[in-house]
């Protein structure tokens, strides 16, 4: 059964450094989302992708963050300058139509 | 906007029990879906069912089934013959078409053997 990727599981940084979360959404999807979990916290999108360009995003979502789809698989989410707050769970969604939401594994992003 | 209200923060029972998760949303939308994701210790999100806001039908998946009350803004997940691998966070989600999804707080279930 086809599954939405992410790499890397888990990436440490520095406070300031730049990161880049990638993500492989199942193949014939044409709808891509980014949302974030703070541990022990609810679920909070972040941005959703289609047709090249971004549909909708949040206020978390500001000028640090930027998404990109750099070919026809790869879903990148790129964080300029992390902060100690950015630190979380990020998960990459796919959608073939406007209905059900498939989430990859998850990057756990940890900012010292 | 949109909120999605679970107010159980934890649950427990006994194996092969039967539970019922509550989940209330609020919206002033016609058309919309509604979701509920198993979070298990690995933190993946991992889809258990979904409803159709104009579906007056209550979806099921084999152990897993709803009750959607659209007047009420009502959505609980009941799982019947509860086993160890139930044991999870579960989220209600709600969403209108090609949106984004709005997650309520989540409810700890723990099945007890």
């Known amino acids: 059964e086809p599954e939405v990727t992410q790499t890397p599981s888990h990436q440490v940084t520095q406070m300031g450094q730049e990161v880049i979360l990638r993500c492989v959404p199942i193949s014939n999807h044409l709808y891509f989302y980014w949302y974030r979990q703070i541990l022990g916290q609810k679920v909070e999108f972040l941005v959703s992708f289609y047709n090249n360009e971004i549909s909708e995003k949040s206020e978390i979502f500001d000028d640090q963050f930027s998404v990109e789809r750099p070919d026809g698989s790869n879903f990148t989410l790129k964080i300029r300058s992390t902060k100690l707050e950015d630190s979380a769970m990020y998960f990459c969604a796919s959608s073939a139509d406007t209905d059900t939401q498939y989430f990859g594994p998850g990057t756990r992003l940890t900012v010292l | 906007a949109q909120t999605v209200t679970q107010s159980q923060p934890e649950m427990s029972v006994q194996e092969a029990e039967t539970v019922t998760l509550s989940c209330t949303y609020d919206?002033?939308?016609?058309?919309?879906?509604l979701f509920w994701y198993k979070q298990p210790p690995s933190r993946q999100m991992i889809l258990v069912i979904r409803?159709?806001?104009?579906?007056?039908q209550n979806a099921t998946e084999n152990r897993f089934s709803v009750n959607f009350q659209k007047a009420a803004k009502s959505f609980s997940l009941k799982i019947s013959d509860s086993q160890l691998g139930d044991t999870a966070m579960y989220f209600c989600a709600f969403m209108k078409a090609a949106q984004k999804l709005v997650f309520g707080q989540g409810t700890r279930l723990t099945i007890n053997p």
């Open positions: 409803q159709e806001a104009y579906k007056q």
């Open positions: 919206t002033s939308e016609s058309n919309y879906y």
